[in-house]
């Protein structure tokens, strides 16, 4: 079989192979890699590109370490959905930049961000002041999330209809069924709040699968399917 002929048929069989396991893994790793992901990706990309050249390499044997490669990750999601401390651990927890206009400049050192690469990201954000940001955070998937405050934010339909009301950051309180202590922590409330919460409610808390509150108080619930399946 001519080289050249060899090459090109590796290569179609490994995009397959690779097209295949990248659907199993699901449209997350396309968007928001981790930095495990993010490091998986890279090396597999190095395999297939090395495995479709070298002739002298067992394609076999190649594919076999490419599968193993993307198990490892996909091995971690699924844990992660199961365990909200495994997910922390793995995916880190977002890392707050701006509190009422506030900049913090120890998470800024934390992440190895400079003051230019952040007003940067709010420009592209147009936003060009940082006391006009009422809250800002650097998730897990590199991306930061602004939320502008009140006064600086489009003018809604509820706007004309309601009295001010200052914008407060929500947090995660339930992840899962599970208790998010540290987001809890950060909107000011306790266990027992929170349990009083849900059983004026009459809801337990293994039946909740997301709950979010802000420092005022304001709970939403958003509970599992009726099945019950997780």
Known sequence: MSEYLEVGLRS?????????????LGKKQLSQLSFFEYITGITVGSIAGTLSMDLELNLMEGLMSIL?????????SFISLKSVKFRHFVEGTPTVFIEDGNIIEEALKREKISTDELL??????NIFRASDVEYASLDTNGELSVLPKKEKQPLLYEDFFQHY????????????GHIDTQGLRKVGFTEEWLFHQLEQRKIKLENVFLAQADPSGKL???????????
Request: proline share 4%.
């Open 12 to 24: 179609l069989f490994i995009l397959i192979a690779l097209f295949f396991i990248t659907k199993l």
């Open 68 to 76: 193993l490669w993307f198990s490892v990750p996909f091995i971690f």
């Open 120 to 125: 940067e990201q709010l420009r592209k954000r």
């Open 165 to 176: 009301v200052k914008v407060l950051p929500i947090q995660s309180v339930i992840n899962d």
């Open 220 to 230: 939403t619930i958003d509970l599992y399917d009726w099945n019950g399946t997780r």
